[in-house]
């Protein structure tokens, strides 16, 4: 019943904006029923990781602590943003930058978006994943181009070209998986099948697949080199979305890719896909610190960030091991409540400040105390600093590595986040201190912001200091799918 609610709620609170002129009670009512999907998501997730086995449904939906995990993480990201989204659209229309029916499209296309990631984290079927993952990006870009800008247009086209292109090598690799089947006693797409019989398919033929399938996907997930469309769209898209599409749209791609890594690492073994994890993570970890050195656009900076958050979780996958499984999971959903929080503040920057160049922008603290503050400590939550929740999944992944004698992967993953972590510091120091600009009209900060910006604060400083003990269950019990156990 959880999953069914999951999957209709998105659709159901597409049709409010039909029946509700105000888009306040609108945003409220979106707000309210993403909270109501927190305790569904959290149930499926505890249920299958004291459970074990996977649910399936007519054979087309499948979910298992995997996929669970996944859509626990994509519920609490989809509750913040609606909830950051109240008053965001709220303002957006009171000063005239979108009209009230745009106001509704948006209500409509978030909702949309957040269905077909959904959509994609709990079908079975390898090729509906792919069509799954299309939809999200169809989705998306209107989100991207939503002010009809010439920049956002840009970056909504620029979206649009490039993930389709990563999406038609990804269907190409599902298409070699496909063909892979042959004499395996087997012509089935899901992913159930395929796990089943990944020990009769052809391990050369896997091998090039997996290929097409990393740079697809990981064109979707931020990988680089295949990461040029992010920065663009996480800057210019609504906030609420922005951080969407940081903390929950690549985990959706990357989802992808690690049900493919499954059935190559049963088929082949753990170290072919390992050794491309590394490989991809580390690269993505120092194009990532590079540019973040040199951005001057917040949103700009804090999607560079994301680029290197995936490089973490990559490595920590292809480190493998327990821990480092361990490690990176948990990473996915620690970046995926820091991100939002960041995204969040900047989008209240650019409110007051009309601005997100960091050059200008300065004494947030005395302008918007409250998120002045979150500010600077998100800045050190993000950049992976005790006692918060990051610091710990990055120990993890260094530990399994230096555990395993991969001492160069290791000196790479110190120095590249050490760059990245005093230049983010650095940047969001100086715009969070100095002198007021003068003759400022502040706008202030919403009850509705106010408290989504303590619930994801909450996330990253609890699971800093303790992970409860039934989190640990979720992702002790995610790892062992991705382990083949």
Known sequence: MQLFYILALPLLLMLVPVFIKNNRVIGIINAVGYFSLLLPALTLARNLASGGSG?????????DSLSAFFILTTAVVGFASSLYSID????????????????????????LFLFSMFFAL?????????????????????????????????AAWKYIIICSVGIAI??????????????????????????????KLDPRVLKIAFLFILVGYGTKAGVAPMHTWLPDAHSQALTPISALLSAVL??????????????????????????????????SLGISAGFVILQKDIKRLLAYSSIEHIGVVLVGFGISGVLGIYGALMHVFNHAAAKSLMFFCAGNILKNYKTTNMNVIRGLGKVLPFTGVVAILGAFALSGSPPFSLFISEIMILAAAFSKGSYIVCALFIIFLSVAFAAIVYNLSRVVFGKKPEG?????EALSTKLAFVFLFVLICVLGVKIPAFFNDILTAAGKVVSGA
């Open 55 to 63: 649910i399936s449904f007519f054979n087309f939906f499948y979910v």
């Open 88 to 111: 965001y659209i709220a303002k957006e229309t009171a000063h005239g930058v979108i009209s009230g029916k745009k106001a509704k499209i948006y209500y409509a296309l978030f909702n």
């Open 122 to 154: 709990t079908v079975n079927n390898l090729g509906m994943l792919w069509a799954a993952i299309e939809m999200t990006t169809l989705a998306s870009a209107f989100l991207v181009g939503f002010y009809n800008t010439g920049e956002s247009v840009e």
């Open 170 to 199: 990804a269907l190409f690799g599902t298409i070699l998986f496909y063909y892979a089947l042959s004499g395996s006693g087997t012509n089935s797409l899901n992913w159930t099948d395929m796990a089943m019989a990944a020990k």
């Open 250 to 283: 690549l985990k959706t791609a990357l989802y992808a890719i690690l049900r493919f890594a499954i059935i190559v690492n049963k088929c082949a073994g753990e170290q072919y896909c390992g050794n491309l994890f590394i490989f991809f993570g580390l690269l």
């Open 440 to 444: 400022m009209v502040v706008e202030g």
